[in-house]
């Protein structure tokens, strides 16, 4: 069987105690990673280049258009048969920012030395210590 290939973005948003934003999927079989905490973001739809369809995602999913950067793009294989060309941004959201979940049904400000607390989605957990590693920054 042949993979189908997609196009995705997602946002790494940390606050300013430098936790990272994740949302928690429903659990419902037939969606990928029910009940796995992810990043905000999706699927690039056609027409639509990977900044406009972060920007929408976010819209959708917390209710805020944070500024955020390109940082980082690269292929995965979802299981079961899906390639996915990731488009990761970074950016900054405050922790009592007026967050309204659109498609999730929870969020939480997570510190980076508790991610492995959480069931992550995608993968997602790699680039973000990934991103955390790559910016001394952030860690000050």
């Known amino acids: 069987m042949r ?21 928690l ?10 009940d796995h905490w992810t990043l905000v973001g999706g699927h690039v739809r056609p027409g639509e280049t990977p900044d406009r369809a972060m920007e929408r995602e976010m819209r959708e999913e917390i209710g805020l258009v944070p500024r955020v950067w ?16 990731q488009h990761l941004y970074y950016g900054f959201l405050h922790h009592d920012a007026d967050i309204r979940l659109g498609e999730e049904i929870a969020y939480r400000w997570v510190p980076i030395r ?19 590693r790559a910016q001394p920054w952030l860690a000050s």
């Open 114 to 132: 508790h991610l492995n607390r959480y069931r992550i989605g995608f993968r997602f957990d790699e680039p973000i210590v990934l991103l955390w």
């Open 25 to 34: 999927r429903e659990n419902k079989p037939d969606i990928a990673f029910p």
């Open 70 to 85: 390109p940082w980082l793009c690269y292929n995965r294989l979802d299981p079961p048969n899906t390639w996915v060309r």
């Open 3 to 23: 993979a189908i290939p997609i196009i995705g973005v997602a946002a790494i948003l940390f606050d300013e105690r430098r936790r990272v934003l994740l949302l």
